[in-house]
């Protein structure tokens, strides 16, 4: 069996799918030599919410509920890519941190009981079920994986929740999939729709990454830094499902 392709072999090989999928949902540029051997990959890891399941949760208003308004004001002038709440409280004296939770907690559950299965999901899951592994990273709470199995009657192994610790944009609990199935980093992809948590934490570990952005929220200036510049850009878990098979050889 021929070596894995490095990442640089992907770039060649992306104007293949350019004939299907719009040029101007990838915010790179490309050589227009096609590749004949496709390269390996042996496992799909997804992010959850704002990939698997439609966004539901107001984050700007759970925000300012743990930050109050004049401090959310300050972090988010200071972070306009998007606030990292997990990570900013995790500093904070535990009876703080407990009511921060608590807030968080509550948003989350409210989401719960608005929660959908994103549009394609089940068919992209029911085509990785014959060609490969499938798992699951969230920063939510195991309580929401479990009615996300239950509602879309899909399962993922391992699915790992903010019980999970280091979470996203660390590299671990990637890492940890990629052990438990046995396989290399780069012999796996990380799907998501945040830049800073889904990309990142796939580029920390050395796999492949695609960009869910469903509303075109990311331009190139999003890109700047390279550890958030994924490999592919979509809009749909449709085109996810295409530029696997165009691009990839998916062995179980």
């Known amino acids: 069996m021929p070596s894995l392709l490095s990442k640089s072999f992907l770039f060649i090989h992306l104007p293949i799918l350019q004939s299907t999928i719009p040029k101007s949902r990838f915010p790179f540029s490309h050589s227009t030599m096609a590749l004949t051997t496709k390269t390996r990959l042996r496992g799909v890891v997804f992010d959850m919410d704002g990939t698997l399941t439609v966004?539901?949760?107001d984050f700007t208003a759970m925000y300012k509920a743990v930050l109050g308004e004049v401090e959310y004001s300050r972090i988010?002038?200071?972070?306009p890519s998007g606030i990292d709440i997990l990570h900013h409280i995790e500093n904070w004296n535990p009876d703080k941190q407990r009511k921060a939770y608590e807030i968080i907690?509550?948003?989350?559950?409210?989401?719960?009981?608005?929660?959908?299965?994103?549009?394609?999901a089940v068919e992209l899951c029911g085509f990785l079920d014959s060609k490969q592994l499938r798992g699951l990273i969230t920063r939510n709470v195991k309580e929401a994986v479990d009615l996300f199995h239950l509602r879309s009657g899909v399962m993922f192994s391992p699915a790992l929740s903010r019980e999970f610790r280091p979470y996203k944009p660390d590299p671990s609990p990637l890492l940890h999939i990629c052990s438990t199935w046995e396989v290399q980093p780069n012999e796996v992809m990380m799907v998501g729709d945040s830049l800073k948590d889904d990309v990142v934490c796939g580029k920390r570990a050395g796999a492949f990454t695609c960009l869910l952005d469903e509303k075109g929220r990311y331009g190139s200036t999003d890109f700047a830094n390279s550890e958030a510049e994924?490999?592919?850009k979509v809009s749909s878990l449709s085109e996810v499902h295409s530029l696997l098979e165009m691009?990839?050889?998916l062995i179980p």
């Open 55 to 57: 966004p539901v949760i």
């Open 76 to 79: 988010k002038a200071e972070n």
């Open 105 to 120: 907690l509550d948003y989350e559950r409210q989401g719960l009981d608005r929660l959908q299965i994103m549009p394609g």
């Open 230 to 232: 994924p490999d592919f």
């Open 247 to 249: 691009n990839f050889d």
